[in-house]
């Protein structure tokens, strides 16, 4: 399609657009609104071995790798996560979803990042996967340099991560992009001829007058003629003996 064309195509639909634009953009600020909770984010982080290498028992850094990897692969295993189903009454699926670990390269602190729609069930969630995971380490297998680092309350913070600016946004760069293929649609499928340019371009020849077809006189101007009385009119015709012509 050449762009011209195009250009041409969404000039011409421009309220198909607007509409389908605006309908979008109702739904989503309506679905964000009412029907979408809004989401929290909780962070806890846990220390992998003594930061102060001269009181690390993990001095070698192959030693320090292995126990940093398997943290992060303990902090999302059954033995962790089945004792925190058990505390909040989910399962091990939906809390396996919420939970994110992170870890930067060449860092020994390991994020819990867990995400849900109370803040205050994401920072309990959080605070105990992390203190299970320092505890189960030391039990398990005897794992000392170890430990969470919290705040001066105590408690990790949440904050919330989804905005309604962002959906808002989003809503409306989609219902233009549907508006804008939904008018193309519209024009693809449409086979009707409602310009003489339309016939001059697709037969290739000079279209020199249009006849309006569709065009409503006013009930004002309408005049009523008459009717003729054909019946006296044929007897006429008859009796001079000429020949009747409709």
């Known amino acids: 399609m050449e762009i011209k064309t195009f250009l041409s195509i969404l000039k011409k639909r421009i309220l198909t657009i607007i509409f389908v634009s605006l309908s979008i953009l109702i739904l989503v600020i309506s679905g964000s609104y009412f029907f979408v909770k809004p989401t929290y984010q909780s962070m806890e982080n846990i220390v992998v071995g003594q930061l102060n290498k001269e009181n690390s028992e993990y001095r070698e850094t192959r030693e320090l790798s292995m126990l940093l990897a398997s943290t992060i692969d303990f902090i999302k295993s059954p033995s962790v996560l089945n004792a925190a189903s058990e505390e909040f009454n989910s399962t091990y699926e939906e809390l396996s979803d919420q939970v994110v670990v992170q870890n930067t390269m060449d860092s020994q602190i390991v994020s ?9 069930e994401a920072k309990k969630i959080a605070k105990f996967i992390a203190v299970t995971t320092e505890k189960k380490m030391a039990d398990l297998f005897d794992v000392k340099d170890i430990s969470v680092l919290s705040d001066s309350v105590g408690n990790p913070s949440a904050q919330r991560v989804d905005h309604m600016l962002v959906n808002i946004g989003l809503g409306l760069v989609v219902g233009i992009l549907v508006g804008i293929g939904t008018a193309v649609m519209r024009e693809h499928f449409d086979d009707s ?11 290739g020849i000079k279209v020199y007058g249009t006849v309006h077809l569709k065009k409503k006189v006013p009930k004002k101007k309408l005049v009523l003629e008459p009717p003729i009385e054909t019946t006296d009119y044929v007897r006429a015709e008859n009796k001079k003996g000429g020949e009747m012509r409709v």
Do not use: G, M, W, Y
């Open 112 to 120: 819990v990042v867990v995400r849900d729609d109370s803040p205050e």
């Open 193 to 203: 001829v409602k310009s003489s340019e339309q016939i001059e371009k697709k037969l």
